[in-house]
């Protein structure tokens, strides 16, 4: 697990690469609630299968409740973040950090000829990053102590 791992191999190990969207014409209360069931802080939104926008925490916090606006009276089209920056699954772990943390955002949609194929996050990454991390400071104690194959 290394920073320069594609995000394919991320996604591979991943328990849980669900794609989660939503339509761009639902309210905002719709993706709040599907957010919160399944305890996730972005929405892909798609018409079809094409990529329109995300929708995040953020765009709610920022975009409804500060601005008066209701959640249930808003369209997801209203206060998605479009364009939406994404990634393909070759691009590496480490080229991904850059751009979230170039732009600010945490959530990457990867698509691979036109469809999403899936959705890495921040936390994705930096889990990634410390297991990598974890197995060089396994490997360096084992030789270190003997362990490790020679």
Same mark, same amino acid.
């Given at each position: 697990? $290394? ?8 996604? $591979? ?31 892909? +939104?798609?018409? %079809? ?26 369209? +997801? ?6 364009? +939406? ?27 691979? $000829? %036109?469809?999403?194929? %899936? ?7 930096? $889990?990634? +990053? ?11 104690? %084992? ?8």
């Amino acid at each position: 697990m $290394k920073i320069t791992d594609s995000i394919a191999c991320v996604l $591979k190990n991943k328990p849980q690469n669900r794609i989660l969207s939503i339509g761009p014409e639902e309210s905002v209360y719709a993706a709040l609630t599907a957010m919160a069931k399944y305890d996730v802080g972005a929405l892909i +939104v798609l018409s %079809g299968n094409r990529l329109l926008g995300i929708l995040s925490e953020r765009d709610y916090a920022r975009k409804v409740a500060l601005l008066g606006h209701h959640s249930k009276e808003t369209q +997801v089209q209203e206060i998605m973040t479009a364009p +939406v920056t994404a990634v393909s699954p070759q691009n590496t772990v480490d080229e991904c950090m850059a751009l979230m943390t170039q732009h600010h955002f945490r959530h990457l949609p990867v698509v691979d $000829k %036109g469809a999403v194929v %899936g959705i890495v996050s921040i936390g994705d990454l930096v $889990k990634w +990053v410390i297991s990598g991390q974890e197995q060089a400071i396994q490997d360096l104690e %084992g030789y270190i102590t003997g362990a490790y194959p020679a």
